[in-house]
T-cell receptor, first 113, second 113 residues
Framework: AQSVTQPDIHITVSEGASLELRCNYS??????LFWYVQSPGQGLQLLLK??????LVQGIKGFEAEFKRSQSSFNLRKPSVHWSDAAEYFC???????????FGKGTRLHILP | DGGITQSPKYLFRKEGQNVTLSCEQN?????MYWYRQDPGQGLRLIYY???????QKGDIAEGYSVSREKKESFPLTVTSAQKNPTAFYLC????????????FGPGTRLTVT
């Protein structure tokens, strides 16, 4: 069965430090991959997506993610976080033939001043 | 501006009452979706509609009902049969299938006491 795992429920980093949020998926074929961000009490905003091609994907707000097929991973990175990056981040896998999206349970990012 | 609106932002109801959550979009999207979000659970699909006057159950449809009489509108009714209705509800829409692009509304927080 298809699934998405975000191993870290909470992550705390200092402002200005680098960030990596982990995402692993289980799916037999090459999936469509997404990262969304959600500020408290708000809807989800798409940060970036991977469909095919270059495995390093650039997104909005200075985020990037790298698709690694051998590790079934799609980790999100940012070289220097800002206090405004504090939010919850969701990784998602899209199954095109079923028009289905499976969301991970999210990672809440806390920023220390 | 194009987008998705959900109203109200906060909703309070007594147990045993039905309640309807509004979702409107002016993106001219064919498909609309309702998700439920609980802490630590990610997003779970309740219902979706790919065209006017047609809709399908998602993963957790029990205790919910929807209608799609207009392309722009996809209201969700939380019935008294829903055993644990307190949650954050998100509406989304897409023009070409969820996997290729999905836009989210700001959400409605429903509290039932």
């Amino acid at each position: 069965a298809q699934s998405v795992t975000q191993p870290d429920i909470h992550i705390t980093v200092s402002e200005g430090a680098s960030l990596e949020l982990r995402c692993n998926y289980s799916y037999g074929a090459t999936p469509y991959l997404f990262w969304y961000v959600q500020s408290p009490g708000q809807g989800l905003q798409l940060l970036l997506k991977y469909f095919s091609g270059d495995t390093l994907v650039q997104g909005i707000k200075g985020f990037e993610a790298e698709f690694k097929r051998s590790q079934s991973s799609f980790n999100l990175r940012k070289p220097s976080v800002h206090w405004s990056d504090a939010a919850e981040y969701f990784c998602a896998v899209g199954i095109l033939r079923d028009d289905k999206i499976i969301f991970g349970k999210g990672t809440r990012l806390h920023i220390l001043p | 501006d194009g987008g998705i609106t959900q109203s109200p932002k906060y909703l309070f109801r007594k147990e045993g009452q039905n309640v309807t959550l509004s979702c409107e979009q002016n993106l001219n999207h064919d498909a609309m979706y309702w998700y439920r979000q609980d802490p630590g659970q990610g997003l779970r699909l309740i219902y979706y509609s790919q065209i006017v006057n047609d809709f399908q159950k998602g993963d957790i449809a029990e205790g919910y009902s929807v209608s799609r009489e207009k392309k722009e509108s996809f209201p969700l009714t939380v019935t008294s049969a829903q055993k644990n209705p307190t949650a954050f509800y998100l509406c989304a829409s897409s023009g070409s299938g969820r996997v290729l692009g999905q836009y989210f509304g700001p959400g409605t927080r429903l509290t039932v006491t």
